[in-house]
C-alpha cells in the first residue's frame, strides 16, 4: 500500500466528515500550481484549494511575510491590544475595493463568517428584519450562512434556519432563458423580481439582498449585466443594501479584484475570503463608510479576528498580485481555458455549455442540449479519471453537472497546456463511457 493510501484509510477511522468519495492525493508539498503528493506523484492543480490559491501555492513573499511575523507576535487579539498588520491591511483593501466616497472594513477568519457580518451590519444600518437571497446560491456553512444557502443536499436536518430569509429565483440565462434572447430574459426576469419581492415580503422590511454576481458552487453562473444593474435601482429605490458576496469570485479570478468591477456596479457591502490570504484563514466586509458605521460595538469581532499572521499574509498577497500583474494573467490564463473547451464543446452534445468570466471557467454536462437535461453522472468519472492521471478537479452546481476550473493563476503555459490535455481525455473517456 502506498503512503497517500494509508492516510487515506487512517483518515476514514478518526475524522469526523464524509466528504472526499474516494482519494484523489494526500499532500507533502505543493508550490505554484503544482502538489507534489506523499509518494512523489506530481499533480497538476486545476481546483486551486476551492478557489484559495489564485496566487499559486506558497507565493515566496507571502512566505516570508508569514515568517517574519511568526518571530514577533503571534496574537493579542486586535479589540485588546491593535496591531499595524491589521490596519494596514484595511488601507490596501480599502484603495483596491473603494466603496463610495468613504471605505470602512472589517476582518474575519472565514467567507461564512463575513457574510453573517455583512448581514448583521445591513440589519444595523437600515434597522430592518427581512434578507433576500437567491436560487443556486452558497454562502457558507454557519446558520444564517447556511439559510442563504440554496442546496437542500447540504442542509438535511440541520434546520430550522434563520427567520424572514427569503429566496428569489436566480436569473441563470443558460438554464431557464427558453427560446428569449437576453433582452428579453433580462426584462422578465426583472418584472419577476418585482413580482417576487412583493409576494414575498413587504419591501419596507427588507433590509438586503445578497447576492454573489458569479455563483461558484452554484456552478459558475454570472448574473446578466443589465439584471444587475436592475437589481441596484430595485435596491437604491427601496433603501436596501446590496450585499455582493465576492469570496469565490474575488482576488483576480475574472481579472478584477471583484466581479462587481467587472460589471461596474456598486454594491453597499461586499464580503471576501479564499484567495485573499493565499490559504491563511483571512476574509474581509468591505462597505461604505456610512453603512459599516452603524455597527453597534460588540455586536461584531471575535478572538481570532484578523489575526496578525494572516493579515500580512494578505497584505503580501495583495502586493504580489499587483507586483506580477496577476488580474492581467487571469485574462490570457482564461481565454487558453475558455477557447480549448468551446472547441470540445464543438465537438460533442454531452458538454452544454463552456461559460465564465476571466478565468472563472465552467462546463456544464447535459443529457440533451435541448432542453439541456443535467447529466449528473459524468463529473465523477471525469474528476476520479484526472486524478489518476495527474490532474485535480473539482465539480460544482445543483446537479454536480459542472465542472469548475480555479486554477492558480501562476500556472505557466506548460502546465496549462498539460492540464487542459489531461482533461480533455479524461472528458471523452467519460462521454463514451455513458
Ligand atoms: N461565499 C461563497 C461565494 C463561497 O464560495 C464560500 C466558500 N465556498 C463561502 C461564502 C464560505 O466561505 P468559507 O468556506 O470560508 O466559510
Known amino acids: 500500500m502506498n503512503k497517500s493510501q494509508e492516510l487515506f484509510d487512517r483518515r476514514k477511522k478518526v475524522v469526523a466528515n464524509g466528504v472526499g468519495v474516494f482519494n484523489t492525493a494526500t499532500v507533502k508539498e505543493a508550490k505554484g500550481a503544482i502538489i507534489i503528493d ?124 434563520a427567520p424572514e430569509v427569503y429566496r428569489l429565483p436566480f436569473p441563470n440565462f443558460y438554464r431557464y432563458h427558453g427560446k428569449r434572447d437576453m433582452d428579453t430574459f433580462v426584462e422578465d426576469e426583472l418584472k419577476r423580481l418585482y413580482e417576487s419581492a412583493l409576494n414575498l415580503v413587504d419591501v419596507k422590511s427588507v433590509a438586503a439582498v445578497i447576492l454573489e454576481p458569479i455563483q461558484g458552487e452554484g456552478g459558475f453562473n454570472a448574473i446578466p449585466q443589465k439584471y444587475l444593474e436592475g437589481l441596484r435601482a430595485f435596491c437604491d429605490r427601496h433603501g436596501i443594501m446590496l450585499i455582493m458576496d465576492e469570496v469565490q469570485s474575488g482576488f483576480c479570478r475574472t481579472g478584477h479584484w471583484a466581479s462587481w468591477q467587472y460589471y461596474g456596479v456598486q454594491p453597499d457591502i461586499s464580503t471576501y475570503a479564499k484567495s485573499m490570504g493565499s490559504g491563511l484563514p483571512i476574509a474581509a466586509i468591505i462597505g461604505k463608510a456610512e453603512v459599516m458605521d452603524a455597527a453597534a460595538i460588540g455586536s461584531i469581532g471575535g478572538t481570532y479576528i484578523g489575526s496578525p499572521i494572516c493579515c500580512v499574509a494578505a497584505s503580501a498577497t495583495i502586493k504580489y498580485m499587483k507586483d506580477i500583474n496577476l488580474n492581467e494573467k487571469a485574462v490570457k490564463v482564461g481565454l487558453v481555458i475558455k477557447t480549448r473547451l468551446q472547441n470540445l464543446m464543438s465537438q460533442h452534445s454531452e458538454i452544454g455549455d463552456v461559460r465564465g468570466i476571466g478565468a472563472m471557467i465552467a462546463i456544464e454536462f447535459v443529457k440533451n442540449r435541448d432542453p439541456r437535461q443535467p447529466n449528473s453522472e459524468i463529473c465523477p468519472q471525469i474528476i476520479k479519471g484526472c486524478a489518476d492521471n495527474g490532474l485535480v478537479v473539482l465539480s460544482a452546481g445543483t446537479y454536480k453537472n459542472v465542472l469548475r476550473i480555479l486554477s492558480p493563476l501562476v500556472i505557466t503555459d506548460k502546465q496549462l497546456e498539460k492540464g487542459l490535455s489531461i482533461l480533455e481525455a479524461e472528458i471523452k473517456k467519460a462521454i463514451h463511457n455513458i
Not at 493579542?76 to 496591531?83: A, G, H, W
Request: hydrophobic share 40%; with cysteine; charged share 20%.
Open 38 to 161: 506523499v509518494d512523489g506523484r506530481e499533480l497538476i492543480d486545476f481546483a486551486g484549494g476551492i478557489g484559495v490559491v489564485n496566487a499559486g501555492h506558497c507565493p515566496e513573499p507571502v512566505v516570508e511575510a508569514i515568517r517574519e511575523q511568526a518571530g514577533k507576535y503571534l496574537h493579542t487579539s486586535f479589540n485588546v491590544v491593535t496591531y499595524e498588520p491589521y490596519i494596514a491591511l484595511c488601507e490596501e483593501l480599502a484603495e483596491i475595493l473603494p466603496h463610495g466616497e468613504k471605505t470602512k472594513v472589517m476582518l474575519v477568519s472565514t467567507g461564512a463568517e463575513a457574510v453573517e457580518n455583512a448581514i448583521k451590519i445591513a440589519r444595523q444600518a437600515t434597522k430592518r428584519p427581512a434578507i433576500l437571497c437567491f436560487t443556486g446560491a452558497y454562502h457558507g456553512r454557519t446558520m444564517m450562512a447556511m439559510t442563504l444557502t440554496s442546496k437542500i443536499s447540504y442542509k438535511y436536518d440541520c434546520g430550522p434556519f
